[in-house]
């Protein structure tokens, strides 16, 4: 696709109609790059995952989606939490998607919290499930919306592709896991991820040095 001139100065007559042409290619170019992954899903590529660091980076990219708006941003993830399998870059894709919606969905100000716990850990090992949680203080989801967000192509927004949270499920389920909502009009929605904790952390390092070994 053409690349668009630069930006004109404010004074330019011209500004606006370039700064909304600008903008529709934008969108063009995320709905063709979403419908490619849609069309030709990549499978996980796994390793060993650390949820406090990819959590960090999404928060960062996130930070510079918020404009006007002023939104805090938390971690509520225990240091404790061990690393996992799982494709990092994915589960980075699937956060930021989550939190993105999040920053869209509020109006004015809110908080979005990133938080983690383990689920069914039996004594003595690090067996269970991880749960991931991805909240906002924004307006609710209506329930007659709620029950469709995940089916593809469904999107009440203006310029959304209806394919985010399609692909965030898929995602998930290829590591084993789900993707749910839940939602309260004026109270704000969350979005869990659950899935096994399949190996601890001395597997994942004997894991990585037999991957290497391989190749």
Do not use: W
């Not at 690349?3 to 909304?20: I, K």
């Amino acid at each position: 696709m053409r690349a668009l001139p630069a930006p004109l100065p404010p004074d330019h007559p011209d500004r606006e109609v370039l700064e909304d042409l600008r903008h529709e290619v934008h969108r063009i170019e995320k709905t063709l790059n979403d419908l490619l992954v849609y069309a030709r899903p990549k499978p996980p590529h796994f390793g060993p995952a650390d949820l406090r660091e990819i959590a960090a980076q999404t928060l960062q990219l996130a930070r510079q989606q918020i404009g006007a708006k002023k939104v805090d941003f938390s971690i509520e993830i225990p240091p404790s939490l061990p690393r996992f399998r799982a494709d990092s870059q994915q589960l980075h894709q699937v956060l930021l998607n989550l939190v993105l919606n999040g920053i869209q969905a509020i109006e004015n100000e809110g908080r979005i919290t990133v938080a983690a716990k383990v689920l069914d850990q039996a004594a003595g090992n690090r067996a269970g499930h991880l749960e991931i949680s991805v909240s906002d203080t924004g307006p609710g989801i209506p329930p007659e919306h709620l029950e469709r967000i995940f089916r593809p192509f469904f999107t009440t927004k203006r310029s959304g592709t209806g394919l985010g949270l399609s692909l965030c499920r898929r995602i998930i389920g290829q590591h084993g896991g789900s993707l749910t909502a839940k939602s309260e009009i004026g109270n704000g929605s969350q979005f869990t991820i659950r899935f096994p904790l399949r190996e601890a952390v001395e597997e994942l390092d004997v894991y990585v040095q037999r991957e290497s070994s391989d190749h």
